[in-house]
């Protein structure tokens, strides 16, 4: 019974190409994340959405873009994938945005390989 | 701005021993600070927080750290390491209020039989 489930785990893919990873929580949390992980193991925000509402949008080209159907799932979607892109991606959530309680949740991670 | 420090990106200790990993912050805010451990293939759980009151924090599996403000510290410290502890740490802060964090680049801790 995975708190945050993120799909597929892996993913492998050709540069140019479109991919979309999806996060679904079942904590009912209110916030949700998008975290990249690098190779140097840096994990860096890109994305943030409170109740479907975009609050955190880090510096990162426009080619990715989130969407919140409801609060529980937030999906990224990759336009014309770079060597660059190559990496871990992280799904996470909290509680609410208020940094009351603390702790991030996480996903076990999407890997993208971009050949 | 605020940003983390993780000296050290791999520390190794024999079981029994003691386990230091060290973090340093930066923040123009009173902070919060995490802990997180990251097993192999999987996401990253909280092993301990500091939020306010008291500066030592205890956390899951033996694991304590210590908010140092004069030293803009917060090291995670255990008495005996154990096997099942090799995994990735990542110190992390945030702002009061704001569930923005920010996590230092990881110490990959390594326990020797």
């Known amino acids: 019974d995975t708190a945050v489930s993120q799909t597929p785990k892996y993913l492998v893919t050709q540069m140019g190409n479109d991919k979309s990873i999806k996060c679904e929580q079942n904590l009912g949390h209110d916030t949700m994340y998008w975290y990249k992980q690098d190779s140097k193991k840096f994990l860096k925000i890109m994305f943030s959405?409170?109740?479907?509402?975009?609050?955190i949008n880090e510096t990162v080209p426009n080619r990715f873009s989130p969407k919140s159907p409801d609060k529980a799932h937030l999906n990224l979607h990759i336009n014309s994938l770079e060597l660059g892109d190559s990496a871990v991606y992280f799904c996470?959530?909290?509680?609410?945005?208020?940094?009351?309680?603390?702790?991030?949740?996480f996903g076990e991670g999407s890997r993208l390989t971009v050949l | 701005a605020q940003s983390v420090t993780q000296l050290g990106s791999h520390v190794s200790v024999s079981e029994g021993a003691l386990v230091l990993l060290r973090c340093n912050y930066s923040s123009s805010v009173p902070p919060y600070l995490f802990w997180y451990v990251q097993y192999p293939n999987q996401g990253l759980q909280l092993l301990l927080k500091?939020?306010?009151?008291?500066?030592l924090v205890k956390g899951i599996n033996g694991f304590e750290a210590e908010f140092k403000k004069s030293e803009t510290s917060f090291h995670l410290t255990k008495p005996s390491a154990h096997m099942s502890d090799a995994a990735e740490y990542f110190c992390a802060v945030s702002e009061n209020n704001f569930n923005k964090f920010y996590f230092g680049s990881g110490t990959k801790l390594n326990v020797k039989p």
């Open positions: 500091y939020t306010t009151g008291a500066t």
């Open positions: 959405y409170n109740n479907k509402e975009l609050i």
């Open positions: 996470a959530s909290s509680q609410d945005w208020t940094g009351n309680t603390g702790e991030l949740f």
